[in-house]
């Protein structure tokens, strides 16, 4: 399942959920946890297992509760008769949360745990692997951490995240790349700004980032061309795959005036399988 784009959308908002799914996200995810008052969690959970039941253009998530909250069994009930294509886990602490999880689903559902929102989850993010075939990759969330430890925010003046969170996302990257799963970037909140937003997503495809949650339509369009490998890139990437096919044997070979082996090699065949994608 390709996941270059993520789009959010309330799980009270059925109108919003209709014209998300014209869009050109690789999946949505429909929310039943923070966008969604407590109060209107009963009328989300029908709406969205009404959407579940049309035809699906796209891939379509839903987010659940956080499994200690009470909430989230009735949330599942609602919506595993509509099989989602995978359930997105909000304050998700590591292995046994995700086996926890695994455990209540039958069938083809995929998992996506968001790993940095909790104090315990930072020291989890190292245990995703080898738990179930379900987990498709591995999220951050920067806004919930700070509530949780007393922090005043998670941003310096110029919006960059502070030193806290660059570990948490920087713990979500290894964390998603040891379990051998997409990482995948967090929200970028200030929707307007898609300069901002172009930036902060190439950033992430160079960290080693394959996708990215979006809030906003307009967000969605950018972040699917930042993580869709450039024309050059793929040039790039075919001259070295080429390179070494005719040099069989050869570990190490110059291009350009470079040196490229081993490690060249494989990110070269990864850009070329993002790009086939
Ligand atoms: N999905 C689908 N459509 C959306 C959308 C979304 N996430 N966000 C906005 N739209 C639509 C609006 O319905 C509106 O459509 P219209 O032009 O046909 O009326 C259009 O896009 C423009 O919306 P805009 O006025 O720019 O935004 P807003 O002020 O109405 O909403 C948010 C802003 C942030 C509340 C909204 O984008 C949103 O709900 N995002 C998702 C929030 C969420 O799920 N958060 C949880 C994870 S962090
Ligand atoms: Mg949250």
């Known amino acids: 399942m390709r996941l270059r ?11 919003r959920m209709v014209k998300a799914a014209a869009l050109d996200a690789d999946a949505l995810i429909l ?6 008052a407590p109060g209107a969690k009963a009328a989300a959970r029908e709406a969205i297992a009404a959407f579940l039941s049309e035809p699906r253009p796209r891939a379509l998530f839903v987010r659940i509760n956080p499994l200690d909250s009470g909430l989230a069994a009735d949330d599942l009930a609602a919506v595993l ?11 998700a602490e590591g292995a046994a949360s995700l086996a926890a999880l ?41 806004e919930d951490l700070p509530a949780a430890i007393g922090a005043a925010t998670s941003r310096e003046a110029d919006g960059s995240y502070t030193a806290p969170y660059q570990l948490a996302r920087s713990l979500t990257l290894f964390g998603a790349h040891a379990a051998g799963v997409p ?17 902060y997503a190439a950033r992430g495809r160079r960290d080693g980032f394959t996708g990215m949650m979006a809030i906003h339509p307009s967000q969605v369009p950018v ?20 390179l070494f096919a005719a040099n069989p044997g050869a570990g190490a070979l110059q291009m350009d005036g470079r040196m490229v082996d081993a490690p060249h090699l494989k990110a070269a065949r990864a850009v070329l399988a993002l790009a086939a994608d």
Not at 5 to 15: A, K, T
Not at 31 to 36: A, I, N, Y
Not at 81 to 91: A, H, S, T, Y
Not at 223 to 242: C, G, K, L, M
Request: aromatic share 6%; proline share 9%.
């Open 5 to 15: 784009s993520l789009l959010f959308v309330p799980g009270d908002r059925p109108e």
């Open 223 to 242: 972040i699917n061309a930042a993580f869709t490998p450039s024309a050059e890139e793929r040039d790039h990437a075919q001259r070295i795959v080429e």
């Open 31 to 36: 929310d039943l946890e923070d966008s969604v």
């Open 81 to 91: 008769p509509g099989r989602p294509d995978g359930i997105v886990l909000p304050k």
């Open 183 to 199: 990482a995948i970037e967090t929200v970028y909140p200030d929707f307007r700004d898609l300069d901002g937003l172009a930036a």
């Open 102 to 142: 695994d455990a209540m689903l039958s069938g083809d559902i995929r998992i996506l745990p968001i790993a940095t929102e909790t104090p315990a989850a930072i020291f989890a993010l190292g245990s995703y692997g080898g738990v179930t075939p379900r987990l498709c990759g591995l999220t951050w969330g920067a």
